[in-house]
């Protein structure tokens, strides 16, 4: 058997090639290895001209990407599915970055830093790069916490904890509100029922029935550019921008979980939901 890689790139890309340039552009700064970038196919044929333009630039791009291209639309849930499914077979690691997700200076960084500590601890099921401005604009180092809550703007697991999940799929008629005390799970589940476009809510409510945490940055790590109209999950708004402080101390520092904090970032969550969800 052919020995895994470490660490995979993944990025989902399907037709904003604008968005994608920023993201690539952003990555050239870094040398990365084992670039993988999966595309939906198209539903249109405007989509069908958005994505020749999308492989044209991913071709000329001085990284080199393992490109993997769908003839048919399969949607966002089942197209992120498969292309981890895909991965997790050839690596021990994965980062997912959305074409909307662009990593500020120190991303990589925390990510490889993260992954030790996930694999130590059972209980954190992966790692995310994005941290809300509410608590993010009041830091001035970066330390890493522990949250119940995943957000999918650049994020990472281990291959080993993906195909644990990958096996669990909730369907529209399964009836699991008397396992769920949390608003923000209650509104998952309706999310699920009403099989919105989305692929995050299984895997949330996953993660909630294990209970399983996640790691942050205290300094969000992620810039999200998609909230401009352009993705058909998302309402326009500025209210997800974090400001990057420039980091002070060279080391992370992890914090135990402070359920206080954790409290704030579901608040924060829940009055969010509405303009993605």
Known sequence: MKKKIDIALVIIAYNRPSHLKRLIISLEDYKIKNAFIFIDGAKNENDKILQKEIMTMVKGSKIKFSIFKKEK?????????????????????????????????????????????????????????????????????MNIGIF??????????????????????????????????????????????????????????????????????????????????????????DIFYAKYTKVKNSKFIIHKFNSKLNRKHEKILLKTLKYFY
């Open 73 to 141: 639309n399969l949607g966002i849930e089942k197209s992120i599915n498969s292309a981890l499914d895909k991965i997790s077979k050839i690596s021990k690691k994965i980062i997912v970055l959305e074409d909307d997700c662009i990593p500020r200076k120190n991303f990589f960084q925390f990510m490889k830093y993260s992954f030790k500590l996930v694999e130590k601890n059972n209980e954190i099921f992966g790692v995310c790069g994005y941290q809300f401005p509410e608590i993010s604009n009041n830091e001035k180092k």
């Open 148 to 237: 119940d809550n995943f957000i999918p703007w650049g994020w990472g697991i281990l291959s080993k904890n993906w195909n644990s999940y990958k096996k669990f799929r909730i369907k529209k008629d399964n009836n699991l509100s008397h396992a769920v005390k949390s608003s923000i799970y209650k509104k998952i589940i309706n999310i699920i029922k009403f099989k919105k476009p989305l692929w995050t809510p299984n895997f949330i409510l996953y993660n909630y029935l294990n209970k399983k945490k996640f790691l942050y940055p205290s300094i969000s790590l992620i810039k999200n550019i998609g909230f401009d109209g352009s993705g058909i999950n998302s309402k326009v708004t």
